[in-house]
């Protein structure tokens, strides 16, 4: 991949007309004082021609051979990608260091990119910007393949379908979410040598403040989407808007009305903490099972999916959201959560001890925005901050990551000893309410016993967490595990993960059959 030639890109921009109006730039700070006892791995400097520029999203790739290629969006348009294996530096400003870290870059938009996105196997990726516009990239030849065009504001959420590549949803600040499909391609070109495509279906007003709502004069009350995720069940999207904190929960078949959403519990006093508080991001684990919603509250919520009328949410606090550009992302493992900050830290907690204080990951100068988890590298993590820099983190052995080596409460209280005949059942039964994907390896032969007197199965993360394994299946307890085709109609596995003997089920479906 090639570098960026900025001269020819500004002959180019005289010829060129501006999509959308330029976003006004945040204040940020250029001082760093990085604090040497914390974690830190490595520092990226975002910087472009001796220009820095503060960075709005990071992401690794999500595929093993680009799991460690981390792309990074900024303010000025640029995306760029750095590979986290080679040596960083651990001082701020190491630019040369960043250089050689640097794969490739360019400007992808004339205007800020909010929210980026590895698609096609990280083939391609799609930034979501300022200008209205998705555009798809090819990755490797840094070509544009296509520009997504029809929302009439900024694009500040994008995400890909978890199964179709060619299908995408967005979010804008002009209230609506946008249904897309790669495949359908107009002829249409905005610019020379860019393909147009546009959407399949929206939803305008989706969060719209409620009726009746005072609004201050002169205000306009604030539809923006702030958020999108394609769930894994295939055909429900989650979103969320500056508006309030709820989580809108939508059939991509039938985009008439949202058949769930969320609540956070009211526990509130006084009247200032009553109004109504916006959400800034949501993440989900490669389950899918369990969402995270950071909220301007101070407050990050993680909900159920499949429990959302039933149990509440789970309630992190410590960070500061005093802007929307604090995001958090949940662990794929759903074991540990992640949230950036603005007082210039960015926090982990353990998924299930909420109530506990969250551990300070320090080092930053300047509001600590997004982040992100490693796939393929157990405690590996990305900050990004206003300070310019983002930093990479190798959090495996602290003591926060120490303490999370036991299998969740949930997983033990499912698991009970069987019939040698009914091992293999198990093997595909456990993936079911547990707050991440688990999957069963034989270690030893069926029957055969280990030396502690328990069957040789492991369960374990999905890959690549693979160092989190621990022994199961007392053998003293003389249950058996049933499974009726009635109970598995009922299971919430079912949902993200229906039987081939059933049609396809949705998390809708779900709410329905235990009402």
């Given at each position: 991949m090639q570098?960026f030639?900025?001269?020819?890109?500004?002959?180019?921009?005289?010829?060129?007309e501006?999509n959308g109006?330029?976003?006004?730039?945040?204040?940020y700070?250029d001082?760093?004082s990085p604090?040497?006892g914390?974690?830190?791995?490595g520092?990226?400097?975002?910087?472009h021609d001796?220009a820095?520029?503060?960075?709005?999203?990071?992401s690794?790739?999500?595929i093993?051979?680009s799991?460690?290629?981390?792309?990074?969006?900024?303010?000025?348009?640029?995306?760029?990608?750095?590979?986290t294996?080679?040596?960083?530096?651990?001082?701020?400003?190491g630019?040369e260091?960043s250089a050689?870290?640097?794969?490739s870059?360019?400007?992808a938009h004339?205007?800020a990119?909010?929210?980026?996105c590895w698609n096609?196997?990280d083939a391609?990726i799609?930034?979501?910007?300022g200008?209205?516009t998705?555009?798809?990239?090819?990755?490797?030849?840094?070509?544009c393949?296509?520009?997504l065009?029809?929302?009439?504001?900024?694009?500040?959420?994008?995400c890909?379908?978890p199964s179709n590549?060619?299908?995408?949803?967005?979010g804008?600040?002009?209230g609506?979410f946008?249904?897309?499909d790669?495949?359908?391609?107009?002829s249409?070109?905005?610019?020379p040598?860019?393909?147009?495509l546009?959407?399949?279906?929206?939803?305008?007003?989706a969060h719209?403040?409620?009726?009746?709502?005072r609004?201050?004069?002169?205000?306009v009350?604030?539809?923006?989407?702030?958020?999108?995720?394609?769930?894994?069940d295939e055909?429900?999207?989650a979103?969320?808007?500056?508006?309030?904190?709820?989580v809108?929960?939508?059939d991509?078949r039938?985009l008439?009305?949202?058949?769930?959403q969320?609540?956070?519990?009211?526990?509130?006093?006084?009247?200032k903490e009553?109004?109504?508080?916006?959400?800034?991001?949501?993440?989900q684990d490669?389950?899918?099972?369990f969402?995270?919603?950071?909220?301007?509250?101070n407050?990050?919520?993680?909900?159920d999916?499949?429990?959302?009328?039933?149990a509440?949410p789970?309630?992190?606090?410590g960070?500061r959201?005093?802007?929307?550009?604090?995001?958090s992302?949940?662990?794929p493992?759903?074991?540990?959560?992640?949230s950036g900050?603005?007082?210039?830290?960015?926090?982990?907690?353990?998924v299930?001890?909420?109530?506990?204080d969250?551990i300070?990951?320090k080092?930053?100068?300047?509001e600590v925005?997004t982040v992100?988890?490693?796939l393929?590298?157990a405690?590996?993590?990305a900050?990004?901050?206003?300070?310019?820099?983002?930093r990479?983190?190798?959090?495996?052995?602290?003591?926060?990551?120490a303490?999370?080596?036991?299998?969740?409460?949930?997983?033990r209280?499912r698991?009970?000893?069987?019939?040698?005949?009914?091992r293999?059942?198990?093997?595909?039964?456990l993936?079911?309410?547990v707050?991440?994907?688990?999957?069963c390896?034989?270690?030893?032969?069926?029957?055969?016993?280990?030396?502690a007197?328990?069957v040789?199965f492991?369960v374990?993360?999905?890959e690549?967490?693979?160092?989190r394994?621990?022994?199961?299946?007392?053998?003293?307890?003389?249950?058996?595990?049933?499974?009726?085709?009635?109970?598995?109609?009922?299971?919430p596995s079912s949902?993200?993960?229906p039987?081939p003997?059933l049609k396809?089920?949705?998390?809708r479906?779900?709410?329905e059959?235990?009402?």
């Amino acid at each position: 991949m090639q570098g960026f030639d900025r001269s020819s890109f500004f002959q180019d921009l005289r010829n060129r007309e501006l999509n959308g109006l330029r976003v006004r730039k945040r204040y940020y700070t250029d001082s760093l004082s990085p604090d040497s006892g914390s974690p830190c791995a490595g520092i990226l400097n975002v910087e472009h021609d001796g220009a820095t520029s503060p960075p709005l999203a990071v992401s690794f790739g999500k595929i093993d051979r680009s799991n460690h290629i981390l792309a990074v969006s900024d303010e000025d348009g640029y995306i760029s990608f750095y590979d986290t294996r080679r040596k960083l530096s651990s001082v701020a400003y190491g630019l040369e260091t960043s250089a050689k870290a640097r794969v490739s870059f360019w400007v992808a938009h004339q205007n800020a990119v909010f929210d980026i996105c590895w698609n096609k196997d990280d083939a391609q990726i799609l930034t979501a910007s300022g200008d209205q516009t998705i555009k798809i990239w090819n990755v490797e030849r840094s070509k544009c393949l296509g520009a997504l065009v029809g929302h009439t504001g900024s694009i500040k959420s994008v995400c890909s379908h978890p199964s179709n590549s060619d299908l995408v949803v967005s979010g804008s600040r002009d209230g609506s979410f946008a249904l897309w499909d790669l495949r359908c391609k107009s002829s249409s070109r905005s610019r020379p040598g860019e393909v147009c495509l546009s959407l399949t279906a929206a939803v305008n007003g989706a969060h719209a403040p409620t009726r009746g709502k005072r609004v201050r004069r002169g205000k306009v009350a604030n539809m923006s989407i702030t958020a999108v995720l394609y769930l894994k069940d295939e055909i429900s999207v989650a979103t969320a808007g500056a508006a309030d904190s709820v989580v809108k929960f939508w059939d991509t078949r039938h985009l008439k009305n949202h058949y769930a959403q969320t609540h956070p519990c009211s526990e509130v006093s006084t009247e200032k903490e009553r109004r109504q508080h916006g959400i800034s991001s949501l993440s989900q684990d490669s389950n899918g099972v369990f969402i995270a919603a950071s909220c301007m509250n101070n407050r990050i919520y993680l909900y159920d999916i499949l429990r959302l009328d039933k149990a509440p949410p789970k309630i992190f606090s410590g960070s500061r959201l005093e802007s929307f550009y604090v995001k958090s992302a949940i662990s794929p493992d759903a074991t540990q959560l992640l949230s950036g900050s603005s007082d210039g830290n960015a926090y982990l907690w353990q998924v299930d001890k909420p109530d506990a204080d969250p551990i300070a990951l320090k080092g930053h100068e300047g509001e600590v925005t997004t982040v992100d988890w490693c796939l393929s590298e157990a405690g590996k993590i990305a900050t990004s901050s206003d300070d310019f820099m983002v930093r990479i983190w190798n959090i495996e052995n602290c003591r926060f990551w120490a303490n999370t080596k036991s299998p969740p409460s949930s997983v033990r209280r499912r698991v009970t000893a069987i019939s040698d005949e009914q091992r293999n059942l198990v093997l595909k039964e456990l993936e079911t309410e547990v707050r991440d994907t688990s999957s069963c390896h034989t270690e030893n032969p069926v029957g055969q016993q280990s030396p502690a007197g328990s069957v040789g199965f492991e369960v374990r993360t999905p890959e690549p967490w693979k160092k989190r394994a621990y022994s199961l299946f007392p053998e003293d307890v003389s249950s058996e595990l049933q499974k009726t085709p009635e109970s598995a109609m009922k299971s919430p596995s079912s949902v993200l993960n229906p039987p081939p003997s059933l049609k396809r089920r949705t998390i809708r479906d779900y709410f329905e059959a235990i009402s």
